[in-house]
Each structure stands twice: as structure tokens, then as C-alpha cells.
């Protein structure tokens, strides 16, 4: 898991030099024009532009492949559903089953759409560290309390990852193995319960630790981030892109 | 599938989902006080944890979605937890999208949410049975209709898919009837070990 420990390890990428806040939101802009794109022709730009930045990024091939596998899983079985159910002139019956050319054509658009949009969010958002997309989310003016839970989480994730690792192993010490009865069910609601006892317990020592330095709400959030010309370029490129895709699409 | 990627939705639904999502946040920010900051997010990280893990169920294995637990345990503060959730699950792993967040904040956390608010007088120490009946049953609820609305947004932004949904969402009964007995099993351990957890007044923190 990535958290803050992994963030100084991290290599810089070359779109590690605009402001995160920048990231975020022509990751964003851009997502949002994807949706309303219906040419193949634009999309399949869309994606050639979110495989440069991926490339940009320095994000091992791999890595990609394994995020767009994921993405088209939810796809497929819309995909085999898609041309098979709309209820559209057939082109192509094979007994009770009936292609149809219109529900193709979505699912090919839908899927090009899906692609283009998970190969701009990932060089984009996807590689930044949580922590500094939490810090980046507040300075975008996201309630303080809220970007303080988010920053609480990832802080105690990892611990409580390795208290359920713990109950996992005692778990297996006394001999459970997972199978389809209703023991398994009960072991596991225990399981749960034992955790969200212990962060309960855990979060009320944070608290009383907090509260002891004179915690009020909130933490500064430092950076040493600026929005810079690179950001302004960035912007008005990502503008001009979007305009003249949505105007391209109406043609 | 309760994680729709980028780029499915339709304009308008995710405007609406978005907006629905915000105020679900805000009403969710408005019940944090400076105590409950800790306590949401070390219960969003277990939740995150829970649900983030695979539990075999025969053959093949499934990820609980407790979105009725997380409204018992944290009543409106459910949709900023969950919300931390999703954004570290898309964040890490890639389910879901960015700009369907507001989409999936609202499908997964406002039925738990609303349920939780419906079972919550009934649940008391000295009825544990009838208590976990009443938690599990708006588990398995919570699950269904969470179903149902992703299959909702999705008919709504691409109409040719209706058909297909149905057979999608039949996929979610059995998750709702794990998720059932998960739940009653967590209610009865925590009636037992920590009973102010999930008891009417003292959901946790200083208000509902």
C-alpha cells in the first residue's frame, strides 16, 4: 500500500512538476468530456492522448494493462449482453440469440469511452500517494474535516491491516479454515467485530492523545506546491482539447 | 459492481448523483465534532479492510459491500467514511472512477444509512436475537437496493442496457443474504463486547 512511507521512495514523474491540484482537475475535465464524446474516431484520439501521458508519467506498461483488464471486467458482460438484448433491428440471428448492429455500436462506443477515460485518470490521479492527494483535495477547498478523516484513514490502515492480519493468524491457529457454512459466517462477524472493537478502542487513545496537544479540528496542511505557468499551460491546453473535441463530436 | 467505472454514466445522472452525494457528505461533516474525526476514520479504515477482503463462498469468493453495518456504527457519518473509502479504492486499485464518486458515495452509503435509521430503536442488549434479526435483514435490504440503483443509473444513462440488468442484479441475492448473516453476527458480538457501539442513543459520537 502506498502511504506516506512509499512517498519519498517514490520516483518523480515529469507530470510530478505541475501542481497536484492541476492534476486533479483536468483529470476531471477531461473525464467529464470523454462522456459526452460519441465519434470513434475522437475517442480513439482520447485514448492515444491518455496512453502518451501514461507513457508521460513513466508508469510501467504492466501496471496499465493490469488497471484497463480491471476497467473492461466490469464491461464484459455488458459487452455480451449489450448487442444480444437491444431491442433494435437484428443483423445476425443464430436461433433464439439475435446481434444486433446498433447495440454493437454502443458497446464498442461505451468501451472505447471506458478505456479512453481509465488511461487519463491513471497517469493523472491514480499515481499519486493518498497523502498528497488528501493535501491537494484540501487546498481544492474540500471541508477540513473531511480531508482529516481521509488522512487519519490512511494513517491507521495499515495499522489496523496488520491487527487483522493478527486475529487472521489466531484465526488459523485454532484451526479455522474457510468453508461455505455458517460457522465461516460467524467466525468472520466476529472477526469484523473484533476489529471495529479495537478501533473504537484505538480511535479513543488517538483522541485522548490529540486532545492532550490541543488539537482543534484541523492540521496545517504544508506544501510546496505552487500553481505555476506549467499549471496555467496545462490548463488552457486541456480547455482548448476538450473545446475543440465536443465541437469536433457536433459536427 | 457496485463501483461503476469512468466514462458509463450519462451526463445527467452523474449531476444528479453527484448532488445527492454532496449532501449526503454535508449533512454526514456537519455531525463530525473534533471527537468524531478519529473515531469515523479509524472505523472507514475497517471498513475499507473488511470489505476490501475476499471471503470464499464455494467455488468462487465474494466482497462484502456493508454498507448496512457502516450506517448502524456511524449512522450519517457513513457517507464521509465511505466516501474516504472509495476515493483510497480508486486511489490504490483502480475499482471505480473519479467522477462517478458522488454515484457510488450515494449507492452505497444512503441505503445503509436510511435502513440503519429504520432498525436502529429495535436493536437493544436484552433482545440480541431479535436485535440481529432486524440488523441482518436491513444488511441484506441495504445490499439489494444498492443493487438496484446501480442498475438504475446505468438503464438511465444507456437504456439498452435495461434488460441485461436484471440478470446482474439476480447476481447480488446471494451476497445479500451473506451480508445478512455477517451483520446479525456482528451485532450479537457487539451487543455482547461493546454494546454502546451499535445501541440507539449512543451511535457513535456525540449526535446521529
Redesign the interface.
Do not use: C, D
Given at each position: 500500500?502506498?502511504t506516506d512511507a512509499a512517498d519519498a521512495a517514490a520516483p518523480t514523474s515529469r507530470l510530478d512538476r505541475l501542481d497536484t491540484r492541476t492534476r486533479v482537475i483536468v483529470?476531471?475535465a477531461l473525464?467529464?468530456t470523454?462522456?459526452?464524446l460519441r465519434s470513434w474516431v475522437l475517442l480513439s484520439a482520447a485514448i492515444v492522448l491518455g496512453l502518451l501521458l501514461t507513457g508521460f508519467a513513466g508508469i510501467p506498461a504492466r501496471q496499465t494493462l493490469r488497471?484497463l483488464l480491471?476497467?473492461e471486467g466490469?464491461l464484459l458482460?455488458?459487452f455480451v449482453?449489450?448487442p444480444?438484448?437491444?431491442?433494435?433491428p437484428p443483423f445476425l440471428e443464430i436461433g433464439p440469440l439475435a446481434l444486433s448492429l446498433?447495440?454493437l455500436e454502443?458497446a464498442v462506443t461505451?468501451a472505447l469511452?471506458?478505456t479512453?477515460?481509465?488511461l487519463v485518470?491513471?497517469p493523472l490521479?491514480?499515481d499519486?500517494t493518498?497523502i498528497r492527494?488528501g493535501h491537494a483535495l484540501g487546498r481544492l477547498g474540500l471541508?477540513p474535516?473531511?480531508v482529516?478523516?481521509?488522512?487519519?484513514?490512511?494513517?491507521?490502515?495499515e495499522?489496523?491491516?496488520a491487527e487483522?492480519r493478527r486475529l487472521h493468524d489466531a484465526m488459523r491457529l485454532r484451526g479455522f479454515a474457510?468453508?461455505?457454512n455458517?460457522h465461516?459466517?460467524?467466525s468472520?462477524?466476529?472477526f469484523?467485530?473484533?476489529?471495529?472493537?479495537r478501533?473504537?478502542e484505538?480511535?479513543?487513545r488517538?483522541?485522548e492523545a490529540?486532545r492532550c496537544r490541543g488539537?482543534?479540528?484541523r492540521f496545517p496542511l504544508v506544501t510546496l506546491e505552487r500553481f505555476g505557468t506549467a499549471d496555467v499551460g496545462v490548463a488552457g491546453l486541456t480547455v482548448l482539447l476538450a473545446a475543440a473535441a465536443l465541437l469536433l463530436d457536433r459536427l | 459492481m457496485a463501483h461503476i467505472p469512468d466514462g458509463v454514466l450519462s451526463l445527467p445522472v452523474l449531476a444528479a448523483g453527484t448532488l445527492a452525494g454532496v449532501g449526503g457528505l454535508a449533512l454526514g461533516i456537519r455531525r463530525l465534532t473534533d471527537r468524531d474525526i478519529p473515531r469515523t476514520a479509524l472505523l472507514a479504515a475497517v471498513f475499507f479492510i473488511a470489505s476490501s477482503q475476499a471471503f470464499s463462498l464455494g467455488p468462487t469468493s465474494v466482497h462484502l459491500l456493508l454498507g448496512g453495518l457502516t450506517g448502524l456504527v456511524l449512522g450519517w457519518k457513513a457517507f464521509p467514511a465511505i466516501f474516504v473509502g472509495l476515493l483510497l479504492q480508486t486511489l490504490l486499485f483502480g475499482f471505480g472512477g473519479l467522477t462517478t464518486l458522488g454515484v457510488d458515495l450515494v449507492n452505497m452509503a444512503l441505503p445503509g444509512v436510511l435502513l440503519a435509521a429504520v432498525v436502529r430503536p429495535f436493536i437493544r442488549v436484552d433482545r440480541p436475537a431479535r436485535s440481529a434479526a432486524f440488523t441482518g435483514g436491513a444488511a441484506a435490504l441495504a445490499v439489494v437496493i444498492t443493487a438496484v440503483l446501480v442498475g438504475v443509473e446505468i438503464a438511465l444513462s444507456e437504456p439498452a442496457f435495461a434488460p441485461a440488468l436484471g440478470v446482474m442484479a439476480a447476481a447480488y441475492l446471494p451476497l445479500a443474504g451473506i451480508e445478512a448473516a455477517v451483520t446479525a453476527f456482528v451485532t450479537l458480538y457487539l451487543l455482547k463486547v461493546k454494546p454502546e457501539m451499535i445501541v440507539a442513543p449512543a451511535v457513535l459520537g456525540t449526535a446521529i
Open positions: 500500500m502506498a483529470a476531471v473525464v467529464l470523454l462522456v459526452s488497471r480491471h476497467v466490469f458482460i455488458l449482453a449489450l444480444l438484448t437491444t431491442r433494435l446498433p447495440g454502443r461505451l469511452r471506458i479512453a477515460a481509465a485518470v491513471l490521479i491514480s499519486l493518498p492527494l471541508p474535516r473531511l482529516q478523516v481521509f488522512l487519519f484513514s490512511i494513517r491507521y490502515i495499522l489496523l491491516r487483522a474457510p468453508r461455505t455458517l465461516t459466517l460467524k468472520y462477524g466476529h469484523i467485530g473484533q476489529l471495529l472493537v478501533a473504537i484505538r480511535a479513543e488517538v483522541n490529540m488539537f482543534a479540528g | -
